[in-house]
């Protein structure tokens, strides 16, 4: 997020969309890395976030990973505070920090939200239309698109709402992005517009980004794992052809 440092909700299990407003993977596999996983590898844009005032609840439910926000603890951010403000200041959005972009909102309809956001009606439609599914999964205990866990089924419904969104140019980078040269989950080597380049692949440690989604720790073998279990499966698939 390109806001005020208190404006994450890493980690937790918002509800994800895409740049057509559109779901695109269970949001509370892995936890941040595992929604990280999935943005890494497609192509760089906007994406939204979407939580309500049932915020509490969802942070309880978050993972205990590097991310994890602490609530009750009395150093941590006041996020009653913080949210509030983001609804108060309406239009506005989120105080930043050095002028930087607003990038969250609140609001006490999903509508108004939408609007402090800059959607246009195509847009609206479109999100609203996603929210009111995932709902409907959440009243019912299944998700029936990306089988997330009952447990972390949690409505968006109570008002005030909040959005959010990431910078259009790397939209959740990790910590670096090291390694060969980006790859989709055919090992396809990719083109600046994220485009496959026809028979081009690369594996192993030439590929993928290792260390952009998460931090790998030091294992005996990890380096030669990777290279022999993707070479595999690059392989058996080539022959397949």
Avoid at 14 to 23: D, I, Q, S
Avoid at 135 to 163: H, I, M, T
Avoid at 214 to 224: K, N, P, R
Wanted: net charge negative.
């Amino acid at each position: 997020m390109n806001s005020s440092r208190g404006a994450r909700i890493y980690g937790g299990h918002a509800v994800c969309l895409y740049m057509n407003g559109k779901r695109f993977t269970d949001e509370a596999f892995l936890g941040i890395f595992g929604t990280l996983d999935q943005v890494e590898r497609r192509k760089p844009g906007r994406y939204f976030y979407f939580f309500d005032n049932k915020w509490k609840k969802m942070m309880s439910k978050m993972p205990p990973e590097h991310f994890s926000q602490p609530i009750g603890i009395a150093d941590a951010t006041d996020y009653d505070k913080l949210f509030q403000s983001w609804v108060d200041r309406g239009a506005e959005g989120a105080e930043t920090e050095d002028g930087s972009t607003v990038c969250a909102w609140g609001a006490n309809s999903l509508d108004e939200l939408l609007g402090y956001m800059g959607f246009d009606d195509a847009m609206k439609k479109s999100v609203t239309e996603s929210i009111d599914q995932y709902n409907a999964y959440c009243a019912q205990g299944e998700d029936e698109d990306f089988e997330r866990d009952p447990k972390l089924l949690l409505d968006v419904s109570e008002p005030p709402f909040f959005g959010m969104y990431s910078v259009e140019e790397k939209p959740m980078l990790g910590t670096v992005a090291l390694n060969g040269l980006v790859i989709d989950d055919d090992q396809r080597v990719l083109d600046k517009n994220y485009n496959p380049i026809l028979g081009l692949y690369a594996s192993g440690n030439n590929s993928g980004g290792r260390f952009a989604v998460q931090y790998s720790t030091a294992i005996s073998g990890l380096t030669l794992g990777m290279a022999m279990t993707l070479g595999r499966v690059l392989g058996k698939a080539l022959a397949a052809k």
